[in-house]
């Protein structure tokens, strides 16, 4: 009779141990799941990140190539409908910029004491 209650207690001893297992890897798993979760979900964000990023860099190239191939049929234009070619070097003249209009300037002082002044 001891040996059945022996036994039936290291039974009942064995059940809540693996009963206390079963929970722990149970929530162990669970905790593991949601943070597997949050970090597939971060990852999705920075892809959605980066793709608008590429995005909006397509766009400004897609401009850029649109602007330069117009510029580059006005030049084609120019060459053959108009004659144009680039300058040559005779042609080309460096003009002083000037400073634009200012208030006149009256003094009392005649024109050879502001001569000397200066």
């Not at 809540?16 to 929530?27: D, E, H, N, P, Q």
């Not at 897609?62 to 300058?87: H, N, Q, T, Y």
């Not at 200012?102 to 009392?108: D, V």
């Amino acid at each position: 009779m001891i040996t059945r209650r022996l036994k039936k207690n290291k039974r009942i001893g064995f059940i809540k141990v693996g009963w206390l297992l079963y929970m722990f890897a149970s929530i162990f798993t669970i905790i593991w799941l949601r943070t597997a979760v949050f970090n597939l979900e971060y990852k999705v964000w920075q892809l959605q990140k980066d793709k608008d990023t590429v995005m909006r860099e397509r766009k400004l190239t897609s401009a850029e190539r649109v602007s330069l191939s117009a510029m580059k049929r006005m030049e084609e234009v120019a060459i053959k409908d108009f004659g144009m070619g680039p300058p040559k070097r005779e042609n080309v003249f460096f003009v002083k910029k000037i400073q634009g209009p200012r208030p006149y300037e009256a003094s009392t002082k005649s024109a050879s004491e502001l001569a000397s002044s200066q």
